[in-house]
C-alpha cells in the first residue's frame, strides 16, 4: 500500500523530474546548477518515497541538504522558491537566533511550531477556498433576514399562503437588489461579537505553548468575548457574515490533523546562518553556548516528537537544508553528529558580472522588470539599453570586489542609486519616455565608485 501526501501537495508535483524541476527553479534563480541539482532530487526522492509501502517509507529518512557559500548567492531563494514549487509548508530561521537550554532566548523546538502554524494557515486557506460560495450563500440568507425579517402567520391557511408567497417574492427582489448594489448604501444593524482578549504576563523563557495549554478549556468564557450590535453599511455586513459563516463550515480539528500529517510528510526546515553557531567548546567568542545550540538542533534533526498546540509532530521525515557563508569557520567544526545528518554538501559560487546580467534581466521577476513596472504606475516608460544593463552590472562587480562581496544584494543598492533622481521626479516629469543608457549610468555612478571610501557607505 502507498502513502500520499495530504491534499493538493502531491498532485501538482507528481510529474515533476530532478531536470524539470531544475527548469521550475531556473526561471527565479540564476547559476548555482550544483545546488539546484542537489535540491531537485532531494525533492523528487520524497516522491519516490510515497510509492513505497508504509513499513518500507517509515525507515527513508530525507538526505539533508548544507549548502556552503557567500551571501547573496541564491542559498535561501533556491530553498523557498522549491517550497513553493512543492506546496510544502517551508519556514526560514537564523540559527543565531536559538540559545541553549537554561539560556533566555529561542529554543529549537520553536521552529517546528512555526511550520505547524505555517501549515495550518495552508490548509485553512484551502479550506476556505473550497467553503467560500456557501458561506456566500449562507451570509446573503442571514443578511435578507435582517434586511427583510420573516412576518408571522396569522389568520386563516389561504390568508398565510398568499402572505408567505409576497414575502417570498419581496424577499428575491431583495436578493436582486443586493446582488446588483443597489442597497450597497443602506445600514443595517448587526450582533458583532467583541474580540477581548484578557492580558496575561509571560514569564522569560517560557514558550508560549506551555501558557496557551489547555488554558481555553479551563476558561472557556474568557475567551468568547460579549456581543454588541454594530451598524454598518450591506457590503460590509456582508462581509462580515461571510467570514463568519466560513468559520463555522469549517472544521478545525480537521484542518489541525491534515496540516500535522502535511507538515510531518513534506515540510521544509531552512536553518540559515548555520556556521554561526560552528565552534567546538572553549573556542574564543562571545556566544560560550554554540555547542549546546548544535546539541538541542541535532534531535530535532535526527527525528524526534515535538509538543505543539496542534498536537505532537514528528520531525523524522521533514526536509532540512542549512546554509552558511563558513568564511571563518568551516564545516568540520560542527559537532560529529549534526555534520552527519546533512549528508549533501553543495558549494555556492560567488557571483561575477555575466550572472548579474542574467539576475537583471532573465528571472520572472528580474530587476529591471520590477523597476520598469513599478514606474509605469507613474505614466513613465522606463527602458534600458543593453550597453546599460552590462555598465550596471560592471559596477556592482567592482563594487563588490573593492569593498564587502554581498553577492546579487549589490544590485539592489546600485539601482536604487542609478534610478534615484527618476524615482524622486517621477510623478513630475513632463517627458515619460525614459530610456537608460550607458551614458546615463556611468554619469549617475563612476564618481561613487571610483571613489572607494564614498562607496563604502553608498554602495
Known sequence: MAIYLPETTQTSIQSLTPRQIVAELDKYVIGQAAA?????????????RQKLAPELAEEIAPKNILMIGPTGVGKTEIARRLARLAQSPFVKVEASKFTEVGYVGRDVESMVRDLVELGVDMVRDERLEEVRAKAGQNAEERLLDVLLPPSRPSGADDDA?????QQQLTRE???EQLRTGRLDNRAVDLEVREKSFPSF????GSSVEEVDINLKDMLPGLFQGKTKTRRMKVPEALEYLTQEEEQKLIDMDSVARTAVERVEQAGIIFIDEIDKIAGREGGHGPDVSREGVQ???LPIVEGTTVNTKYGMVRTDHILFIAAGAFHVSKPSDLIPELQGRFPIRVELHPLGKEEFVRILTEPRSALVKQYTALMDT??????????????????ATIVNERTENIGARRLHTVMEKLLDEISFEGPDLVEKTVTIDD????????????????SRYIL
Request: proline letters at 0%; a positive charge.
Open 173 to 175: 427582489r431583495f436578493r
Open 161 to 165: 399562503t398568499a402572505a408567505r408567497e
Open 201 to 204: 504576563e509571560i514569564i522569560a
Open 378 to 395: 507613474e505614466g513613465i516608460d522606463l527602458t534600458f539599453t543593453d550597453d546599460a544593463i552590462y555598465r550596471i552590472a560592471d559596477f
Open 439 to 454: 551614458a546615463y549610468v556611468t554619469k549617475m555612478l563612476s564618481e561613487i565608485v571610483k571613489n572607494e571610501d564614498l
Open 36 to 48: 539546484k541539482r542537489a535540491v531537485a532530487i532531494a525533492l523528487r526522492n520524497r516522491m519516490r
Open 295 to 297: 546539541r538541542d538542533i
